[in-house]
């Protein structure tokens, strides 16, 4: 590598705050997927968690070259990071923030002339014509490839990246109730779905960024050693699609006895390959599942009954995201309520309802533009086309409804999976009320162990619960139904643990400040975060632990 690249000065950035409607961007645009996404109906039971551009502290730590990352600036902040004359400034965007990005590149070039400028993320499906004008090169790969690439320095072998320490913080009511070790696992998905951006932006493939079950559980074990007691999310499209990494990883929990609490994504093709004791004993107890349209015909829901498979599931403890798509071609008024209801009676745990929606790269919308499916006005008006790109506005004629009537469904869909079903954190309790119960004495004593993390998790709903009880919002059945599951908790506590009982006040106050903050909109922005990274070291070949390779500071998004 030459002296000139070595000392590249480089600036990673994600899109500038203030997002959101309220500024003008599209619907659940915001800084977090769940509440913007997912329990956006449930007002101060939706349990907060902001979410950073994580790639780009992922590329920052597998340079050779210093570099400096910085979340959600403002416009003020970034003008005055670009004194420090950074040779390249990288941005990463979504369709949606594609104006931002846009504006971002326009203050760069003003204040930064001679600064390079790179576009980079899902936002990149524009095309050259449209983005070209405003930066100087296009990632439209993986990144510490392409960056890599860029700078001159020698390609890596995936199976040497390293893994930055990422951790998240989960709030309800404004209260820190878990950690979560985020395990970047991989990229891409070869279901290729019609409308699937992430899927088709890696050409239906899939890239193993931890190509080993032991990579995936040293990682995992070496988040533990910094918090014993977290969680970890495992961020790859279809986690368990591969089997053999997927057992390897189930082999190591087994061998080491090692009782993991972890969230992934997961396709019921890919899910059905294991019982749920395996997945258990992966410490598999959350996943996020395409529900779609029931009678869309993909491929991932052949042979599966989705809706037993969803109750199965939860039976055992494993609670269960659900993503519904409304507005497909055949879902008329009728037929989208049904397959709503057959979904409530399942009872998930959580739901999204995205409406269908054509993203540039995906074969849906090349059949869209072809059959000159898109509503005019977004023909006409790229820009409006992009900032609607949210899953939450109908943007193509529909044989049986009209624009309005696909978003009043979907804003009815989140109310009354709220209403029916009641917030989302009381439901997770009750799910892992069913695993205890179903595992507190099996013979697998790596079981037992899952049924005991199930066992303490809920003991933090001593506090939690009695918000529910007498919080507003809340049916009478569901106040009967959190009395009774708070009575059952309490007594299968110890002694020590009814300690808990100690935060109902200050879980009582919390929901009385959250009622007031959402009254208010108060800090609907998260401060900036700047974490400068100091570039790989040179790898030890004899080293195999992911932990000794880490280079940067330990990471909390809040
Ligand atoms: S299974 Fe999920 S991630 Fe994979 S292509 Fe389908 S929608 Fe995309």
């Not at 920052?60 to 004359?85: C, F, G, I, M």
């Not at 959350?286 to 991932?300: F, P, Q, R, S, T």
């Not at 399942?346 to 929606?357: R, V, W």
Request: glycine share 6%; hydrophobic share 35%.
């Amino acid at each position: 590598m030459g002296r000139e690249q070595q000392t590249k000065k480089i600036l990673f950035t994600s899109v500038w705050r203030p997002i959101g409607p309220s500024v003008g961007d599209g619907e659940s645009v915001g800084y977090e997927l769940l509440h913007g996404q997912v329990t956006r109906a449930q007002g101060i039971y939706s349990p907060r968690v902001v979410h950073k551009q994580f790639s780009l502290d992922y590329i920052a730590e597998n340079l050779d070259t210093p570099s400096k990352v910085l979340h959600y600036p403002s416009k003020a902040r970034l003008r005055r990071e670009l004194q420090n004359n950074y040779d390249v400034v990288a941005i990463a965007f979504v369709l949606s923030t594609s104006h931002h990005a846009i504006a971002m590149c326009q203050l760069i070039r003003s204040v930064a002339p001679k600064t390079k400028i790179i576009l980079g993320g899902y936002g990149t499906v524009m095309s050259d014509e449209e983005l070209l004008p405003y930066c100087d090169t296009i990632c439209r790969e993986e990144g510490v490839t392409f960056m890599r690439k860029y700078l001159g320095q020698p390609a890596l072998d995936q199976d040497n990246y390293v893994h930055p320490h990422i951790f998240s913080r989960m709030r309800i009511f404004g209260i820190p109730v878990s950690v979560t070790g985020m395990v970047f696992a991989g990229l891409g998905c070869p279901n290729a779905c019609d409308f699937c951006c992430t899927s088709h932006y890696f050409k239906n493939q899939h890239i193993r960024l931890l190509p080993t079950g032991k990579s995936i559980f040293d990682l995992m074990h070496t988040q533990r050693q910094k918090y014993p007691d977290c969680d970890h999310t495992i961020l790859d499209e279809d986690f368990l699609l591969s089997k053999t990494r997927a057992h390897d990883f189930l082999e190591l929990c087994r061998e080491k006895q090692v009782a993991f609490s972890t969230f992934c994504f997961a396709s019921v093709k890919a899910l059905k390959q294991y019982t749920c004791d395996e997945l258990l004993e992966m410490g598999i107890d959350g996943v996020w599942v395409g529900y779609e349209g029931k009678a869309a015909g993909y491929e991932k829901h052949r042979g599966v009954n989705i809706d037993e498979f969803i109750k199965n599931l939860q039976a055992h403890g494993i609670t269960v995201l659900t993503s519904m798509i409304l507005g497909i071609p055949y879902q008329s008024d009728e037929i989208a309520r049904a397959e709503f209801d057959a979904l409530m009676e399942t009872n998930p745990s959580l739901s999204q309802f995205l409406i269908y929606g054509p993203i540039p790269g995906t074969p849906f919308y090349e059949k869209v533009m072809k059959e000159e499916l898109m509503h005019g006005d977004l023909i006409k008006d790229r820009r409006q086309f992009y900032k609607q790109c949210t899953g939450f506005y109908a943007m193509m004629k529909h044989p049986f409804l009209r624009r309005d009537e696909i978003e009043q469904l979907q804003r009815d869909f989140y109310q009354r999976d709220f209403e029916q079903l009641g917030p989302s954190i009381f439901r997770i309790a009750q799910i892992k009320l069913n695993g205890y119960l179903k595992y507190r004495n099996h013979a697998n004593p790596l079981l037992r162990k899952k049924a005991e993390c199930f066992r303490q998790k809920l003991m933090t709903f001593l506090a939690i619960l009695p918000c529910g009880i007498l919080g507003p919002k809340i049916s009478w059945k569901h106040r009967l139904a959190y009395s009774k599951l708070f009575i059952k908790i309490l007594g299968m506590s110890s002694f020590k643990e009814k300690r808990y009982l100690l935060g109902i006040p200050v879980m009582l106050g919390a929901a009385a400040f959250t009622w007031i903050n959402s009254k208010l909109n108060l800090h609907e922005h998260p401060f900036t975060r700047v974490f400068s990274y100091l570039g790989r070291k040179p790898i030890v070949p004899a080293s195999p632990e992911v932990e000794f390779l880490g280079q940067s500071p330990t990471y909390e998004s809040v």
